[in-house]
C-alpha cells in the first residue's frame, strides 16, 4: 500500500507540475508580447511628438519673420 500512495502522490505532482510549466509559458509568452505592443506604441508617440516639436518650431520662426 505505501508503494501505490507513493507512486500516486509522484504522478499527480509531475501532472499538477506540467500544468503549472505550460501556464507560466502562456503568462511569459503574453508578458513579452505586451512589452512588444508597448515598445511600439512609445516609439510611435515618440514620432508625434518629435513631429509636433518640428511644427511648433516653423510656426514659431513664421511668427518672428512676420514681426
Same mark, same amino acid.
Given at each position: 500500500?505505501?508503494?501505490?500512495? !507513493? =507512486? ?10 506540467? !500544468?503549472?510549466? *505550460? ?6 509568452? $503574453?508578458? !513579452? *508580447?505586451?512589452? $512588444? *505592443? =508597448?515598445?511600439?506604441?512609445? $516609439?510611435?508617440?515618440?514620432? $508625434? !511628438?518629435? *513631429? ?16
Amino acid at each position: 500500500i505505501p508503494f501505490i500512495l !507513493v =507512486a500516486t502522490f509522484t504522478m499527480l505532482n509531475l501532472f499538477i507540475a506540467v !500544468v503549472v510549466n *505550460a501556464m507560466q509559458q502562456d503568462y511569459h509568452e $503574453e508578458e !513579452v *508580447a505586451q512589452a $512588444e *505592443a =508597448a515598445h511600439e506604441e512609445r $516609439e510611435m508617440l515618440l514620432s $508625434e !511628438v518629435r *513631429a509636433l516639436r518640428q511644427d511648433v518650431q516653423t510656426l514659431s520662426g513664421q511668427i518672428r519673420s512676420r514681426e
